[in-house]
Antibody, heavy 116, light 107 residues
Framework: QVQLVQSGAEVRKPGASVKVSCKAS????????IYWVRQATGQGLEWVGW????????EYAQNLQGRVTLTSETSINTVYMELSSLTPQDTAVYYC?????????WGRGALVTVSS | IQVTQSPSFLSASVGDKITITCRAS??????LNWYQQEPGKAPHLLIY???TLQSGVPSRFSGSGSETDFTLTISSLQPEDFATYYC??????????FGGGTKVEIK
């Protein structure tokens, strides 16, 4: 069965960076794109970025441009999201999800907490 | 392109028929999806391409609309349907956008 397994919760200080992983299984990794979506506590869903694991092509949300980087490692079916220069406003659950025109499988999310 | 959901909060009873609306800031054809999110869980896909039911989703869920106006209807609310619902436009993929969400609570 299709699964997206994300790395665990992280705590960082303001100004630091965090890298969250998303390991896919149960399907051909290079045939589906991966989106990242975040959700602050009690808030809605916010698109973070997109990666085509095969080509490595990426697109990022304008408000995160320059601070977010998505990469893929096809040999281990894993996509990474790195967010730098963290502020408390980046505290959220970060989800990876599979798809293109719709997102049919989601990871369970990784809580990133930014606090001094 | 932004998508705006209404209402943001809805109180209803088991067995009620409810409708949630999503309006796009410009025409998006049928590039509109709906997701359900239960507290503490990841969202999951209900309807894609405005009106196609995802496999395994109960038939009491339905979607309609095109261009700028879309609706998600639940014909008879069940206890497990009390959750938050989001629309998503994918006309500008991969740069997508979600609506603000509609929280459905028990009256």
């Amino acid at each position: 069965q299709v699964q997206l397994v994300q790395s665990g919760a992280e705590v960082r200080k303001p100004g630091a960076s965090v890298k969250v992983s998303c390991k896919a299984s149960g399907y051909t990794f290079t045939q589906y794109d991966i989106y990242w979506v975040r959700q602050a506590t009690g808030q809605g869903l916010e698109w973070v970025g997109w990666i085509n694991p095969n080509s490595g092509n990426t697109e990022y949300a304008q408000n995160l441009q320059g601070r977010v980087t998505l990469t893929s490692e096809t040999s281990i079916n894993t996509v990474y999201m790195e967010l730098s220069s963290l502020t408390p406003q980046d505290t959220a659950v970060y989800y990876c999800a599979r798809g293109w025109q719709w997102l049919d499988y989601w990871g369970r999310g990784a809580l990133v907490t930014v606090s001094s | 392109i932004q998508v705006t959901q209404s209402p943001s909060f809805l109180s209803a009873s088991v067995g009620d028929k409810i409708t949630i609306t999503c309006r796009a800031s410009q025409s998006i054809g049928t590039y509109l999806n709906w997701y359900q999110q239960e507290p503490g869980k990841a969202p999951h896909l209900l309807i894609y391409a405005a009106s196609t039911l995802q496999s395994g989703v109960p038939s009491r869920f339905s979607g309609s609309g095109s261009e700028t106006d879309f609706t998600l209807t639940i014909s008879s609310l069940q206890p497990e349907d009390f959750a938050t619902y989001y629309c998503q436009q994918t006309y500008t993929i991969p740069k997508v956008a979600f609506g603000g969400g509609t929280k459905v609570e028990i009256k």
